[in-house]
């Protein structure tokens, strides 16, 4: 299994364009996630989906969108960059964990590190 | 809101020093608790994990975290830490039946050889 997938690794973007950061994972999970990582901060949730066609927002939403059409595939969408998406951008899957518990771990890609001037 | 603080920001020993990294959840029902580490240019890995039973849980590499319900608390350890335990180190909680995680701020470790 490849796991987590995530294309580009690099991009730079000048302000305003537009871009589509790639996620795909091979382990036939049914919850994916969006993640961004800034300096000092942590790990901050921008989007998950539970299911193909299912996605609701996280933490810091705003400037991004995305799309489950399949299981596989989580695709982030940024339609007007700004400065302040410059950012490591990490997806994530996960198994929803067995009936009964609340156990499971999410899996990480190596993530997408965009600047956007 | 439930949040996960992390109170070292950085921390540099020498090797075969011992590790302790601090967390603190805010939440009073019931979670699960994690340890993430990310190598230089690396993505997060699991280093080890506490859904429930024993609350000392060993993960790899000679880690290991003990959760302390009434202090709200899971910090990580090592008994010896070598160079290449240089790396981020991020605590995360997952609460109730919620699908996300929360994460912490994270800790820089610095191992000089």
């Known amino acids: 299994n490849a796991g987590v997938t995530q294309t580009p690794k690099f991009r730079i973007l000048k302000i305003g364009q537009s871009m589509t950061l790639q996620c795909t994972q091979d382990?036939?999970?049914?919850?994916m996630y969006w993640y961004r990582q800034d300096p000092g901060m942590g790990l901050k949730l921008i989007y998950y989906s539970v299911g193909a066609g299912i996605t609701d927002k996280g933490e810091v939403p705003n400037g991004y969108n995305v799309s489950r059409s399949t299981t596989e595939d989580f695709p982030l969408r940024l339609e007007l960059a700004a400065p302040s998406q410059t950012s490591v951008y990490f997806c994530?899957?996960?198994?929803?964990?067995?009936?009964?518990?609340?156990?499971?771990?999410?899996?990480f890609g190596p993530g997408t590190r965009l600047t956007v001037t | 809101a439930q949040s996960v603080s992390q109170h070292n920001h950085h921390v540099i020993l020498s090797e075969a020093a011992s590790l302790e990294l601090g967390c603190n959840y805010s939440y009073g029902g019931t979670v699960n608790l994690f340890w993430y580490v990310q190598y230089p240019g690396q993505h997060l890995q699991l280093l080890l994990k506490?859904?429930?039973?024993?609350?000392l849980v060993k993960g790899i590499k000679g880690f290991e975290a003990e959760f302390i319900k009434s202090k709200f608390s899971f910090n990580l350890r090592k008994p010896s830490v070598q160079w290449s335990d240089t790396a981020e180190y991020f605590c995360a909680v997952k609460v109730d039946s919620s699908y996300k995680l929360i994460f912490g701020s994270g800790t820089r470790l610095l191992v000089r050889p």
């Open positions: 994530a899957s996960s198994y929803p964990g067995l009936a009964g518990t609340l156990g499971y771990e999410q899996y």
């Open positions: 506490y859904f429930s039973g024993d609350p």
């Open positions: 382990m036939n999970h049914n919850y």
